[in-house]
């Protein structure tokens, strides 16, 4: 139940296109979704987060899609560029009490983009 | 405002040993955790510590420990070491009781020999 699952495991996409990665969970008591992206030799910088109350939040060419009935999540990169490629990341939380937030990680997506 | 630092960038140890890896938060953040991530996969939580108290533990052997310092500073100790503790060992900086953003270090790269 603390499985975050997510696909594809890698993803290949033209320059301009739409990048999407999916995410699936099982624990309803997570409240606190993000995004990672990480280069390699790099650790992990938050790109974009959501909590269950809204069902989309957009940051530039970055957009989270939220299905609470479906128990799943998407990162949607607009207009990818190069620059985008990266190993990405969701993860997701809830309120363990006494000030723990861990996150629990899927298994990373590799994305690349093709000029 | 500086991020969060980790040092070493690097380690090369052999079996048996033991290893310290240091990190400081982002100021004005109080809590500091622990991730190690295998090559290949996501990062797995080890540690949280919040108020240089331990707030939680992942399902990591008792080789590893942690603390942390009333600088909010915090040390990551693995004995014994096993060639399956070769990884990227990260460190989060938050402030759990005001917002759940984590933020990541840029790790510290072990090499079990």
């Known amino acids: 139940q603390q499985q975050v699952k997510q696909s594809p495991q890698s993803l290949i996409v033209q320059k301009g296109g739409i990048s999407i990665i999916n995410c699936a969970y099982e624990?309803?008591?997570?409240?606190?979704f993000p995004w990672y992206q990480q280069f390699p030799g790099k650790g992990p910088a938050l790109l974009i987060a959501i909590r269950p109350d809204v069902s989309e939040k957009k940051e530039g060419r970055f957009t989270i899609s939220f299905n609470k009935s479906a128990k799943q999540f998407s990162l949607h990169i607009m207009d990818s560029q190069p620059g985008d490629s990266a190993t990405y990341f969701c993860a997701a939380s809830m309120d363990y009490g006494g000030a723990t937030n861990k996150l629990i990680f899927g298994t990373g997506t590799l994305l690349a983009v093709q000029p | 405002d500086a991020g969060v630092t980790q040092s070493p960038t690097h380690l090369i140890k052999t079996r048996g040993q033991h290893v310290t890896l240091r990190c400081s938060p982002i100021?004005?953040?109080?809590?500091v955790s622990w991730y190690q991530q295998v090559l290949g996969q996501g990062p797995q939580f080890i540690f949280q510590y919040y108020e240089k108290e331990e707030r939680g533990r992942g399902n990591f052997p008792d080789r590893f420990s942690a603390r942390q310092f009333p600088n909010y500073s915090s040390e990551l100790n693995v004995n014994a070491l096993l060639l399956g503790d070769s990884a990227l060992y990260l460190c989060?900086?938050?402030?759990?009781?005001?917002?759940?953003?984590?933020?990541f270090g840029p790790g510290t790269r072990l090499t079990v020999l």
């Open positions: 989060a900086s938050s402030n759990p009781r005001v917002y759940n953003e984590q933020f």
């Open positions: 100021s004005g953040h109080k809590s």
């Open positions: 624990n309803t008591a997570f409240d606190y």
